[in-house]
């Protein structure tokens, strides 16, 4: 940061009566003065806000490289625990319907000596790496086959009918906050279980 330019005015008790009024100077050249007056250190209103700019500016930088310190620390541990759990990572590609395009589904595995020797403990639907790592990190030490995803019980009068997909398909399913047909992949993703279902329903009318 650049140095703050300052200048110094007289004494007050000094400088009465002066035509010119009081003297200025970049230093402090005046001796104290026995009725207690002394010189006035003086800035520029401008100056004081170019250095506090300065300031603002660098104080953004700083919180910018520690943020990104702290995303470099948490990619450090992740890879961390893929390295010391051995742990695979597997893409998995979904089309998307009528859409004409694919999804990638991401899982972490983990591997045992019991069955199921593999384990899926880390998943994501979103092609979020990073999301399926942090799953994986707070897995319980001997996890089902998959990660659980607690949800609220279905209402028990609740009607889970599902219509066919857009293909004609009826072997049609949902749960883990995924609707989908287990012929041709299609799905609908959502917050819950029933939220998937709804859309679903919503926008695949029935045959």
Known sequence: MSELKVIYLGPACQEQGKIDGREWCQDDVWDACECGHESVRYVLGSELNRVTAERDALQQRLNAADQRIDELEQDKARLDALDSNCWDVRFNSSPNGDAGDSSINIEVVGHWMDKPF?????????????????????????PPARPEYPEPEPDADADWHMNPCKQGHRDVGASGGVAACNQCDEKIEAATTEEAFERWNATHPQQ
């Open 118 to 142: 593999e384990r899926v403990i880390g998943e994501n639907y979103s092609e979020n790496l990073r999301a399926a790592i942090d799953q994986a990190m707070t897995a319980p030490a001997y």
